[in-house]
């Protein structure tokens, strides 16, 4: 999702407006009651050189001047008071906008298809929820709210000297257009560099999330200097980004102290020349020039809300686009039969009935004219080569991806007829890498299943050999297990994994080589705990030991996508070539449970910290 420089493709002025307001529009009558108290304090401010020149005329003709003074007083305490709620109201309206761009990025990133989020860095995705909404602050309300105020405060300073003066105003406008327009040309430089400047914030998350998602491997492999040139690369080029936007942002910021400074001066020749030719009093001139300081408020407003502008129109083209990312629908698929038999219990069968896919359409297919059927009840292997299609077999059954060709039928129903919901709360699914959440031992146990009782926790716990674990634990099931689980060894987090997938009760259970990591004590006691749960569970598992194998019903065996053969371990070494040379290979690694020279514990695979 490298949008490279410009908020402007897709981010048209026009497209990035109706978006701005999609995200103030929730909040506008408190955006205008903010604009209001703003406009009272402007207000203020625009009476007193009106004030101060009824001041210096009663001066000059010698009358008392306490009732002016106390009115000037009265409206700047007023003015104050308005800026200070319009203030309040516009920071805590700008966290409100910022909160609910947060809630829609964050409900539609945990919806994302897989394709998108396996071809968007985590990172990068991350700095969206997190950083550009942040820019979306400021540009939401304080530029909406400066630029209506400035524009109002301008044009009625404006109205107020063409009263004094129409000719000192020509002047004064003169130099005003003169830097506006110079102005004019700096902006979109400040929407590129922000924008670059914010794409190099996403590269520092992606750089980061990248080595610590393998902190042990960098560690290991001496990678860390590399690694943090890497992110400091990414850091430099936001800091590179961030200066030059800096750079264009002074630049406009000065140009209104510059452009009154200039019509001063102008104004000052001009009409220093109409007072001394008697053409206007100097208290007209004095009031003018008090309105022509007063223009720097309104001049800096307009000029502050162009920036601030600029840089969220950069953020809110990145929002936008993350808001345009494919999401899984939240509930029912649109061609959904009217309900499907969510409610039925007992074992689920399975069908793939010419199934073909591929990731995408410039890859080689990962599944061609795929073929089987898996009856209720019962253990089903699937064997293969490493790259045969096994794990995508599951993908495509709890719909990660949708086949390109084919049909999947759970229950003798189309995947697609589903409710993504109720079809994958069938299902349960322990990945090949047996992820384990930062988290307790409890909330990892029962993130398939909230509602379990303690009981069906222990129940698990003891079949699943977790309760040495447990016993073990300083806070036993409410023991914190690190970052993706690294205080547990690699087979207590693929236990923990297959006793959260049993606590679900599925009745389809997904197994994707769930075992790789056990010792033999613990495999066996898994391997009964799958036999068990396989009498009342249609058990599929991708197999990589001899043992599993061979206690299943039936083995599907898989080579580069396609069916190769399916029958048992018995008919199949006789039959199949493919599968009577995995039965001998490395391929399906040795049984655990065979007995070893002591000590017969083997230890279990390797802590998660270096994931
Ligand atoms: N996200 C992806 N994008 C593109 N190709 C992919 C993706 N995931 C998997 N593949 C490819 O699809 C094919 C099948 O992958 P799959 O994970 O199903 O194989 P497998 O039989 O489970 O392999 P293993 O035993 O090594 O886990 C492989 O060639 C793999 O490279």
New binding site residues.
């Given amino acids: 999702m490298n949008t490279a420089s410009q908020p402007s493709t897709d981010g048209s002025a026009r497209a990035t407006v109706k978006a701005l307001y999609a995200h103030v529009r929730p909040h506008r009558w408190v955006v205008a009651l903010g604009l209001l108290c703003a406009l009272a304090g402007a207000t203020g401010g625009l009476m007193q050189p009106l004030a101060t020149k009824a001041l210096v005329d009663r001066l000059t003709s010698g009358q008392t001047i306490t009732t002016v003074l106390l009115a000037l007083t009265v409206l700047v305490v007023l003015g104050a008071v308005a800026d200070a709620v319009g203030a309040y109201v516009l920071e805590r309206t700008a966290e409100s906008v910022v909160l609910a761009a947060r809630r829609t990025l964050i409900g539609r990133l945990l919806r994302l298809r ?2 998108e989020a ?1 071809r968007i860095p985590p990172g990068d995705l991350m700095s969206r929820v997190t950083s550009d909404t942040t820019l979306l602050r400021a540009v939401s309300t304080q530029a909406v709210v400066g630029a209506a105020t400035g524009a109002v405060a301008f044009v009625a300073a404006v109205v107020m000297m063409a009263i004094l003066d129409v000719v000192l105003l020509g002047v004064t406008l003169g130099v005003l257009v003169v830097t506006g327009g110079l102005v004019a040309l700096v902006m979109p430089r400040i929407a590129q560099a922000t924008e670059r400047s914010q794409e190099a914030v996403g590269e520092i998350s992606t750089a980061l999330e990248r080595v610590f998602g393998a902190f042990r491997t960098v560690k290991a492999s001496g990678a860390e200097q590399r690694e943090t040139a890497r992110v400091e690369a990414a850091a430099r080029r936001a800091w590179r980004h961030g200066v030059t936007s800096a750079k264009w942002e002074a630049l406009a910021g000065s140009a209104d102290g510059l452009a009154v400074q200039l019509a001063f001066l102008a104004v000052l020749a001009v009409g220093g020349a109409r007072v001394s030719s008697g053409a206007i009093p100097v208290s007209t001139l004095i009031a003018f020039l008090l309105y022509l300081f007063y223009l720097i408020e309104p001049v800096s407003q307009l000029i502050d809300a162009a920036s601030q502008y600029q840089e969220g129109a950069a953020a809110i083209w990145r929002i936008t686009q993350v808001q345009r990312l494919s999401t899984e629908p939240p509930t029912q698929h649109r061609s959904a039969p009217p309900r499907l038999p969510t409610a039925l219990s007992g074992p689920a069968s399975v069908r793939f009935a010419d199934v073909s896919f ?3 359409p410039d ?2 297919y ?2 061609q004219q795929v073929s089987f059927e898996v009856p209720a009840t019962g253990t089903t292997a ?1 064997v ?10 599951f ?1 495509l059954i709890e719909r990660f991806y949708e086949t390109t060709s084919g049909r999947i039928l759970l229950d003798g129903q189309d995947v697609r007829h589903w409710p993504l919901h109720d079809l994958r709360s069938q299902i349960g699914y322990v990945e ?1 890498d047996a992820p384990v959440l930062a988290g307790t031992l409890r909330e990892n146990l029962t993130f398939a299943a909230p509602d379990v009782t303690d009981a069906d926790i222990r129940d698990v716990v003891r079949r699943t050999k977790l309760d040495a674990l447990v016993d073990r634990l300083a806070d036993g099931l409410d023991t914190p297990v690190g970052h993706r689980g690294c205080t547990l060894s690699g087979g207590e987090r693929q236990r923990i994994a297959i006793a959260r997938a049993l606590l679900r009760r599925p009745r389809l259970l997904l197994l ?2 769930a075992t790789a990591q056990l010792d033999a004590v613990n495999e066996l006691a898994i391997r009964d705990a799958i036999a068990e749960t396989a009498t009342q569970t249609t058990v599929l598992v ?1 197999a ?1 030991r001899l043992s599993t194998v061979t206690n299943a019903d039936r083995i599907i065996v ?1 080579d580069a ?1 396609r069916i190769q053969a399916i029958g048992t371990h018995a008919e199949l070494v006789v039959q199949d070539q493919l599968y009577a040379q995995l039965a001998a290979t490395q391929l399906l690694t040795p049984d655990p449970t065979t007995p070893r020279p002591s000590p017969l514990r083997v230890p279990e695979g390797p802590s998660a910290c270096d994931r």
């Fill in positions: 897989l394709t396996e591929r990731h995408r890859v080689p990962a599944h699937i293969g080569p490493s790259g045969a299609g096994k794990s995508t077999v993908a090949q994707d080589e991708v990589h898989m996508g």
